[in-house]
């Protein structure tokens, strides 16, 4: 054993006051919050640097330059990394970057979050960090409809252009449409476009005018309207065509994608015969929304509700704090709403913290957040109503589309494992293998509960949260080489 590795060691049996398990907007913001009233926090991340997919930045020593343009707020990014890194140089913060949170347990003097630190290449190593509450500040992935040809090499999903373009300042193609529904798609063209691709359109499923419903939310927050006509302005500029209730409903190639099929849809979300069209692209990026990451809040135990976007989220209160005593949760794991709101929750975790402990501020200092989170809330639900999932999506598949992707499951396969009684997508996956493969659901999970139900998951009955007691991969050599009393 090193000596940096006894010293993580030595770390790591130290009960910390808090961990906070993601290194985003949320985990980010209630670090710096909590360290700054004088509490100990580990900050963990998978990433190699702080910032979440949202300030995500390219690897330490990469040439590049240029990719501040992707980025938003990096003002108070900044401002929360050198905050960070102050209270690590004296020992409050334990900042653990490259490290993946695989499970988490808690007992009588608190919670152990097992992570796997993956710094050093082809040599995995097992850590237990104990702390006295836990911070679940997990972030969200891409939701995914599939479509024929949604398994070409060349289409992707929208996060992963945007992903590629700050990570390692990539452009996935030449020539790139862009497809789905929401708010997101917008910065991801306009990404695209400044980085030099010919962006060849937006297709957004649904129709602008569903926010005319939700203009009290919109008005509470003209900053989100002005973003709004900076990215529309963005896009003239460009010359990017944008077409409402449009889609992808199929992609063609041999090797990799060459074309799509979009196509007019309804208002149930089918395609209209006869609006097909197709159109050459050397890549495609399609959105649904975005889906929580749970897997620590579902093995703890911590209670689910619904949102309106088909989502399970996690259920917390005033605080942040969740039905598990000592677990708090911040961010997208309580409901997609952005890094804005993301920042907000986790500071309140934070503050509650403090305040529960003995130092924190008096309350009236949070009542311009709680306003702020208030209106953020309801502009977040806004976008989930304005934006959902087509309830006619399955229409789109024939009965050789691949529905998952790890286990090659066909559309036939799973429609006949409905039509023998399977009523869900636990079902599903026990007749088809859906969901056994290397992402574990994540990618095919959504659409397999869809097809089994016949519906859109909605606010009432969200699809369930998959209990997954190993959150991320690692190695069976990584769990051997922990000391022995580690290992129960």
Known sequence: ????????????????????????PAGLTAAATAASGGLSVVLVDSGHALGGQYWRHPPAGAQMS??????????????????????????????????HAWTVRRDEDGIELH???????????????????????????????????????????????????????????????????????LPV?????????????????????????????????????????????????????????????AAHGRERVEAVTVARLDRDGRLIEGTQQRIAVDAVGVGWGFTPQLELAVSLGCELIGS????????VDAWQRTSVPGVLAAGETTGIGGALLAGLE?????????????????????????????????????MREAHPVPAGWPAWLDDETTICRCEEVRHRVVREAVASGASDGRQVKQLTRTGMGWCQGRICG???????????PGVAAPAPASERLVAAPLTLGALARLPSHEVE
Not at 66 to 91: C, K, M, N, P, Q
Not at 347 to 369: D, H, K, N, Q, T
Not at 446 to 451: G, P, R, S, Y
């Open 1 to 24: 054993m090193t000596a940096e590795d006894r010293r993580a060691h030595t770390r790591a049996h130290t009960r910390a006051d808090l961990l906070v398990a993601g290194g985003g």
């Open 66 to 99: 240029g990719t501040d343009g992707f980025h938003h707020d990096l003002t108070a990014y900044r401002s929360l990394v050198d905050t960070i890194s102050g209270h690590a140089e004296t020992g409050l913060v334990d900042l653990r970057l490259g490290h």
């Open 115 to 185: 992570v796997v630190d993956r710094r050093r290449p082809g040599a995995d190593r097992a850590v237990v960090l104990r702390g006295r509450r836990l911070l679940v500040a997990s972030g969200a992935y891409d939701r995914q409809l599939p479509f024929p040809g949604w398994d070409l090499p060349g289409v992707y999903t929208a996060g992963a252009l945007q992903a590629l373009l700050k990570g390692g300042g990539v452009a996935a193609g030449r020539r790139v449409l862009v497809a789905g529904t929401g708010p997101f798609l």
């Open 189 to 249: 063209a306009v990404g695209l476009a400044d980085a030099g691709v010919r962006v060849v359109g937006v297709h957004e499923a649904n129709d602008p005018r569903r926010w005319l419903r939700h203009a009290r939310a919109v008005a509470a927050l003209p900053g989100k309207a002005v973003e709004g006509v900076e990215y529309a302005a963005a896009l003239l500029r460009h010359r990017i065509p944008v077409r409402v209730r449009s889609t992808v409903v």
């Open 308 to 315: 309106e976007d088909g989502n399970a989220v996690v259920d």
């Open 346 to 382: 986790g500071r309140l975790a934070a503050e509650g913290l403090l305040r529960e402990v003995g130092c924190g501020a008096p309350s009236v200092r949070l009542r311009p957040v709680r306003r702020a989170v208030a209106r953020q809330r309801a502009f977040s639900r806004a």
């Open 446 to 456: 959504f659409a397999v509960e869809c097809l089994a139900r016949g519906e859109v």
